[in-house]
C-alpha cells in the first residue's frame, strides 16, 4: 500500500494544521505509535483513538460523538434534578414532608444504581450507542409522568424511575475512552461528563423559569410546575433519535457490524464480569467515586432549599445561588482530568493518584465548613469551593478508570458510576431524610465522610507504574503494560488472538510512566497462534 501523504484527505492528519488549539495535549510520537494511514479527520493512535481534543469541532466520529455523548448525559441530568428547585411548589401542592421529600431525594438517584451496572454491561457486549439510544427514550414517558402526580407517594414512583436515565453517564465515560487516547483520556472524560452534570446546575435555572412563564401566561401555581416538565421530556425523546442516528460505537465503526466482520472479538459475560470484580482496584473506586459524584449528587438534591430555609430567600434567588454549584462543571470537572493528565506527564500514575486524593480531601473540607457557615456570603463562597473540589475529583477518577482494565472497561465504569449512586442514597438516608439532623448539619457530617472515604486512594498500586507511596516494580516482565494487561487473557483465549486489543492499549498506556526513562519497546506478535 503506497504512503499517504501527510495532510492530504483520507490522512489521519486531514484538517490538522498544526496551528488550531487543541484543549488538551497532543500525543508525543515518540512516546505513543501514530496511525499515519487511517482515514479520520483527526491524528489517531495504532487504536484509531484520537491523540488531539478539538473541543469546537465536529469531525466523525470522534467529536460527533464527544458532542452526542455529553449533551444525553445533560439532558439526563436536568430530568432527574427538575423537580428539586420547585419542590416548594411542589411539597405545598402534594403536601409533602420534610422526610417525604427527603426520600424522593434518595429515591432520584438510587435507581441508577441498578441502571448504571447494567449500562456496563450493555457498553462492553452492545455498543454505548444502543445503551444511551434506548435508555434516554425510555425515560422520556417517565418524565412526562410528573404532569399527573397526585400524591406523595407517586412523586416518590417517579423521581426514581427518572433516576435511571443517569446511567448515561456510563455510556458517556466508555465512548470517551473508546475515542480518545490515554494521554489525553483525563481532560476528555472530564469535560464530557463535566458538562453533562451541568445540566444539575442549569435545570435550578431552567425550570425555575419555565414555571414563572407559564404562570404569567394565566397558569395557576400548581398547574404551571406540571407543565414545565413536558420540556425535558422531549429533550430525551430528541436526543434519543440523534443518538441512534448519528451516533457510532468505536472509531472504526459499530460494535455489532465490527463483530460480524471479525474485526472484534465476541467476549463472555462471565468472564468480563469476573474480571472486573475480582480487581481490588474497582472496590476502592467504587468508594472513593460515592463520595465524590455521590455528594454532588446529594447536594444537587437539597442545596436549593437549603439557601431558601437557612438565609430565608426567594424561589428564584435561591435557585440561581444553587445553579452555581452544578454549573461548575462547565469547568471543575474538566480541570480535574487536565490536572489529571498534567501531573501524568511529569509523574505517571502516581501523579494521577496524588491529584485525586488533593482534590477530594479539600472537597471534603470546604464542604464541612459549608454546614458551619451563618452568613450568606461565606456559605457562597464555601460552596464554589466545595463544589470545585468535588467535581474535580470527579474528573481525576476517570482519568485513572480506563486504566484499570481493559477487557472489563465498560462493567468497571458502571461499577464505579452505580458507587457514586450508593453513595448519594445512603448520604441522604443518613443525613438528610429524616429530621435528625438539620440540612447544615448534614452537609458538616457529609463533609467529614468524605475526608475519611478518599483514603482508600492510597491503597491503589499498579506494578507498572506505581501507587502513591511506592514505585513501579523492578521485575523486567511482571512490571510492564503488556503483563498487566495481558493477564486478563488465559492461554486459550491468546491463542485465538482475543487479547491483540490489550496489547495495543498497553503500547499506547507507556505514557503512564512520566518522565521515567521506558525500556525498549516490547515486541507485539497479534497473530493468533493457530493460523
Not at 504512503?3 to 515518540?30: D, I, L, N, R
Not at 438517584?109 to 441502571?115: D, P, T, W
Not at 464555601?382 to 470545585?388: K, P, R, Y
Request: hydrophobic residues 45%; proline residues 4%; charged residues 15%.
Amino acid at each position: 500500500m503506497a504512503e499517504t501523504e501527510q495532510g492530504s484527505p483520507g490522512s489521519s492528519m486531514y484538517g490538522v494544521s498544526g496551528k488550531e488549539q487543541t484543549y488538551a495535549f497532543s500525543v508525543s510520537q515518540s512516546t505513543v505509535p501514530t496511525e499515519k494511514t487511517a482515514k479520520f479527520n483527526l491524528p489517531v493512535d495504532s487504536e484509531h483513538k484520537a491523540t488531539v481534543f478539538k473541543l469546537f469541532s465536529f469531525a466523525k466520529p470522534h467529536m460527533r460523538t464527544f458532542h452526542l455523548s455529553w449533551i444525553s448525559f445533560f439532558t439526563c441530568f436536568v430530568s432527574t434534578f427538575a423537580a428539586a428547585p420547585l419542590v416548594p411548589i411542589i411539597r405545598d401542592n402534594l403536601n409533602l414532608t420534610k422526610k417525604d421529600i427527603g426520600n424522593a431525594g434518595v429515591a432520584s438517584v438510587s435507581g441508577s444504581i441498578f441502571s448504571r451496572l447494567a449500562m456496563g454491561v450493555v457498553c462492553d457486549l452492545l455498543g454505548p450507542r444502543y445503551g444511551c439510544a434506548f435508555l434516554i427514550m425510555l425515560s422520556a414517558p417517565t418524565v412526562f409522568c410528573m404532569t399527573f402526580v397526585s400524591s406523595a407517594g407517586g412523586y416518590l414512583a417517579v423521581r426514581f424511575m427518572i433516576g435511571f436515565s443517569l446511567a448515561t453517564f456510563v455510556s458517556c465515560q466508555y465512548w470517551m475512552s473508546t475515542m480518545f487516547n490515554s494521554k489525553i483520556i483525563g481532560l476528555v472524560n472530564g469535560t464530557a461528563a463535566g458538562w453533562g452534570n451541568m445540566g444539575g446546575g442549569a435545570t435550578q435555572l431552567i425550570m425555575p423559569l419555565l414555571y414563572e412563564m407559564i404562570r404569567k401566561a394565566g397558569s395557576t401555581p400548581f398547574t404551571a410546575w406540571r407543565i414545565a416538565f413536558f420540556i425535558p421530556g422531549w429533550l430525551h425523546v430528541i436526543m434519543g433519535i440523534l443518538v441512534m442516528t448519528l451516533g457510532q460505537d468505536l472509531p472504526d465503526g459499530n460494535l455489532g457490524t465490527l463483530k460480524k466482520k471479525g474485526t472484534v472479538a465476541t467476549d463472555k459475560f462471565s468472564k468480563v464480569f469476573w474480571n472486573a470484580i475480582t480487581n481490588y482496584r474497582t472496590g476502592i473506586f467504587v468508594l472513593l467515586y460515592g463520595y465524590s459524584m455521590g455528594v454532588e449528587l446529594t447536594t444537587d438534591n437539597v442545596v436549593a432549599e437549603y439557601f431558601y430555609d437557612r438565609f430565608d430567600l426567594n424561589l428564584h434567588t435561591a435557585g440561581t445561588i444553587a445553579a452555581t454549584f452544578g454549573m461548575a462543571n462547565i469547568v471543575a470537572r474538566p480541570f480535574g482530568g487536565f490536572a489529571s493528565d498534567y501531573a501524568a506527564r511529569r509523574f505517571g500514575m502516581r501523579g494521577r493518584l496524588w491529584v485525586l486524593w488533593t482534590l477530594q480531601t479539600l472537597g471534603g473540607v470546604f464542604c464541612i465548613m459549608l454546614g458551619r457557615a451563618n452568613v450568606l456570603p461565606f456559605a457562597i463562597a464555601m460552596m464554589i469551593l466545595f463544589s470545585v473540589g468535588a467535581q474535580a475529583a470527579c474528573g481525576a477518577t476517570f482519568g485513572i478508570i480506563p486504566f484499570i482494565s481493559r477487557r472489563s472497561l465498560g462493567i468497571i465504569s458502571g461499577m464505579t458510576g452505580a458507587g457514586g449512586n450508593f453513595g448519594s442514597g445512603l448520604t441522604q438516608l443518613v443525613f438528610f431524610a429524616g429530621s435528625q439532623f438539620s440540612t447544615a448539619t448534614g452537609l458538616s457530617y457529609m463533609g467529614i465522610m468524605i475526608v475519611c472515604c478518599t483514603f482508600p486512594v492510597t491503597a491503589v498500586y499498579f506494578p507498572q507504574w506505581g501507587g502513591m507511596f511506592c514505585g513501579p516494580s523492578k521485575d523486567g516482565v511482571k512490571g510492564t503494560e503488556e503483563d498487566y494487561y495481558g493477564k486478563e487473557w488465559n492461554e486459550e483465549e491468546k491463542k485465538k488472538g482475543m487479547h491483540a486489543s490489550s496489547l495495543k492499549f498497553a503500547e499506547n498506556s507507556r505514557s503512564e510512566r512520566g518522565r521515567r526513562i521506558s525500556p525498549a519497546p516490547v515486541s507485539l506478535d497479534l497473530t493468533p497462534n493457530h493460523v
